[in-house]
């Protein structure tokens, strides 16, 4: 796809529609506001490592969060200032040209390096951001220790001709192109100038997501305020004149720039390097944002460049003198990867005694590994919580999974550069990622990263849109489809192994999209199968009454579990379910009904009932299931085919707008000829007790599912 569907993907953004916020991958330690001739600009400081690097603001089009993929990291080793730039976000909008010039944004910055206790620093500037933070390093260089710029919008050489033809403030008898760029038009259409403007800043194929964010943040000012900006900028200096300033700046500089960038082109970035002394980075393929599409890249950059204390490993071991290590990365959302993950690294232990595994993972996920006794690497302290975020998206039994993975998109990168840390580190023979996407997604977008064996496992394959999320939502499912298409055909070596959890026909009969695959052919051609993995023999009839008997289970009583998973988001369904009790109670007097709130669910936060048992976080749940009568849960593959291979009735619940619960584990579990399906805006109280009371007893014959998926 080209930037043509860029343009779609940012055209398809509906007019007063602001993207809500997202969950940050890491809060400020420190906030607040400094005040310069009335006018006051929000700031943020982070972490307390040395040397400090201030991130400066780029134009006000946009506002700080747009180094939300820097912060993380860089915060991990360095001190990290970032700061509004006036005319956006929490920072004031004075009125006029004058108020935005590129000397009063250097001003600014001084009065926040002041505010902040900030004696020197590194400054790191986008785009407008360069001439501020030149300013800065040539009038003040006891303040700045160096400067990296990144697509620099400086006149030190020819910019596109095509931007040049039109004037700002002159109404134009075109709004074609760049005529886009005019304070007339965006009083008439701000919202086309800022799809036009950032389809343009993202020229890389699939960067939907990083428009939409630029979009949402450009909506948080107005077209009358961008327009003092620009013009406020049109009154820097001539060429000459900041040809004399460059050559003022003694500090180490480095430039960034992208060579396919259609705002600023790279003899700009080029310039500016030669005029400050100082070196150039070409990012070939890249944009004029490149710290949003290509963050792990400049991360590395950014680091190297500007240094930091960096103690070296304190031992080595020669290669032939190092135990078989594993580092295995289970994805957080849910305790299914859990279950699964522990049962392969059981597996793999017979085959390799001596292997030692590591986990990054984190809560819930490490609640299971402690059970287990598993080693939880101290890395994983440092991951940004990923169920922290689901749960967040969450409303009342309603999940959007896929525009909630999307907006993780912060959190992911900085997840990934926790990972790449740790691996470059210490060293490793084997990486296992179980749907682990960042893990996946930037080592194909970083190839030169991958230091090891890699083995990518998941139970699902293509993203779906859900039946109500329209054009807009068929066409980005599409797009991220299409990316991950091309990335494993470009580079197939970053994947050693590909498993799906599951059989063929567990596959949906879908395509990945308009003029794409059928992701079942697509599958079989690039995974090996391992069957469902449950890690456990299934129970017969002649052991379920031995295994109720250990668990205190009566034969005169009727045993329904309800679990909902291991995050918090299934909260709804265990209070509804909980409602239906007295009800379901009536219509079968032996009723023992025992509701598991899982370890992000506090038991005390719900409702209690009488005759009703409320439980903890329970580490055998599966035990419980194989010897229940009935279970109400909710939609998640690994308790569904647990009860399945079990045999044994239950109801689910998919949460509403979850593609993968709602399309991919239910045709798995069609498919097996298992549970039954309800509506939860459609299930009051009554209905889920009469359905409780139906299914109780019911007899069951699923299709069998094989107990060899970790040992295959």
Same mark, same amino acid.
């Given at each position: 796809m080209t930037t043509t569907s860029n343009e779609r993907a940012a055209g398809a953004i509906l007019a007063g529609r602001r993207p809500r916020a997202q969950t940050r991958a890491r809060d400020p330690d420190l906030s607040g506001y400094a005040e310069r001739d009335g006018v006051r600009v929000f700031y943020e400081v982070y972490g307390d490592g040395d040397p400090t690097v201030l991130l400066l603001p780029t134009w006000s089009i946009i506002h700080s969060r747009f180094w939300k993929a820097q912060i993380p990291y860089l915060?991990?080793?360095?001190?990290?200032?970032? *700061?509004d730039g006036r005319g956006n976000g929490r920072s004031d909008r004075p009125i006029g040209g004058e108020a935005y010039t590129p000397d009063e944004f250097a001003a600014d910055t001084l009065m926040v390096m002041d505010a902040t206790a900030t004696e020197r620093s590194a400054l790191v500037a986008l785009s407008c951001g360069a001439l501020w933070a030149t300013i800065v390093a040539a009038d003040h260089p006891e303040r700045v220790?160096?400067?990296?710029?990144?697509?620099?919008?400086?006149?030190?050489?020819?910019?596109?001709?095509?931007?040049?033809?039109?004037? *700002?403030d002159e109404s134009l008898a075109t709004d074609e192109g760049w005529a886009k760029y005019n304070s007339h038009y965006w009083q008439r259409d701000y919202l086309g100038f800022l799809e036009f403007f950032f389809a343009k800043c993202f020229s890389e194929p699939h960067s939907s997501k990083q428009i939409e964010d630029c979009i949402g943040w450009a909506l948080e000012t107005d077209p009358e305020t961008l327009a003092d900006t620009s013009r406020g900028i049109g009154l820097a200096c001539s060429t000459e004149? *900041?040809?004399?300033? #460059?050559?003022?700046?003694? #500090?180490?500089?480095?430039?960034?720039?992208?060579?396919a960038d259609e705002v600023r082109p790279l003899r700009q970035g080029a310039a500016l390097a030669e005029a400050t002394g100082g070196e150039l980075v070409t990012l070939e393929g890249a944009g004029h944002i490149p710290n949003a599409r290509d963050p792990v890249k400049v991360n590395l950059l950014l680091r190297e460049f500007i240094g930091g204390r960096h103690a070296p490993s304190a031992t080595w071991s020669r290669a032939r003198t190092r135990g078989r290590r594993v580092l295995y990365v289970s994805s957080p959302i849910g305790l299914g990867h859990a279950r699964r993950d522990i049962a392969i690294a059981d597996e793999l232990r017979k085959l390799h005694p001596e292997l030692e595994i590591d986990w990054l993972a984190q809560h819930p996920v490490t609640t299971m590994l402690e059970a287990h006794g598993e080693r939880i690497h101290p890395a994983s302290r440092q991951l940004a919580n990923e169920s922290g975020h689901m749960e967040s998206e969450s409303a009342e039994h309603d999940l959007h999974a896929f525009q909630a993975i999307r907006r993780m998109d912060e959190l992911l990168i900085a997840n990934f550069m926790v990972f790449h840390e740790l691996v470059t580190a210490e060293q490793y023979d084997l990486w296992i990622g179980d749907e682990a996407w960042e893990v996946d997604y930037y080592l194909h977008e970083n190839p030169e990263l991958k230091t090891a064996a890699y083995v990518w496992l998941t139970d699902f394959v293509g993203w779906l849109p859900m039946p109500d999320g329209g054009a807009r939502e068929q066409f980005v499912c599409a797009d991220y489809n299409a990316e991950m298409i091309e990335q494993i055909a470009r580079y197939p070596r970053v994947r050693d192994r590909a498993v799906f959890v599951g059989e063929p026909d567990d596959i949906v009969p879908e395509r990945f999209g308009p003029g794409l695959p059928a992701i079942?052919?697509?599958?079989?051609?690039h995974y090996s199968f391992a069957g469902h993995v449950t890690g456990f023999e299934p129970v017969t009839s002649a052991e379920r009454a031995a295994?109720?008997?250990?668990?205190?289970?009566?034969?005169?009583?009727?045993? #329904?579990?309800?679990?909902?998973g291991g995050s918090g988001v299934g909260g709804s369904l265990l209070r509804r379910v909980i409602a239906s009790f007295p009800e379901a109670k009536r219509l079968v007097p032996e009723l023992r009904m025992i509701a598991v709130a899982g370890p992000r669910v506090d038991p005390e936060s719900l409702p209690g009932c009488d005759g009703l048992e409320i439980r903890a976080y329970v580490s055998d749940l599966y035990r419980h299931l194989a010897a229940c009568d009935h279970a109400v849960v909710q939609g998640g593959l690994t308790t569904g085919m647990e009860l399945t291979a079990n045999q044994r009735p239950f109801i689910y619940f998919p949460l509403a707008h979850h593609f993968e619960q709602s399309l991919h584990v239910h045709h798995r579990l069609r498919r097996h000829g298992a549970g039954r399906r309800m509506e939860f805006d459609r299930s009051p109280p009554e209905a889920i007790a009469e359905a409780i009371a139906s299914e109780l007893g019911r007899p069951v014959d699923y299709r069998k599912v094989a107990p060899d998926g970790a040992a295959r």
């Open positions: 915060a991990r080793h360095l001190r990290v200032v970032t *700061f220790d160096s400067v990296l710029y990144i697509s620099p919008a400086v006149g030190l050489a020819p910019g596109h001709p095509e931007r040049a033809v039109h004037a *700002f004149s *900041f040809r004399e300033i #460059c050559a003022r700046v003694r #500090c180490p500089t480095l430039v960034i720039h992208g060579d079942r052919e697509w599958t079989e051609q295994l109720r008997a250990e668990l205190g289970y009566h034969d005169d009583e009727r045993v #329904c579990i309800v679990t909902v």
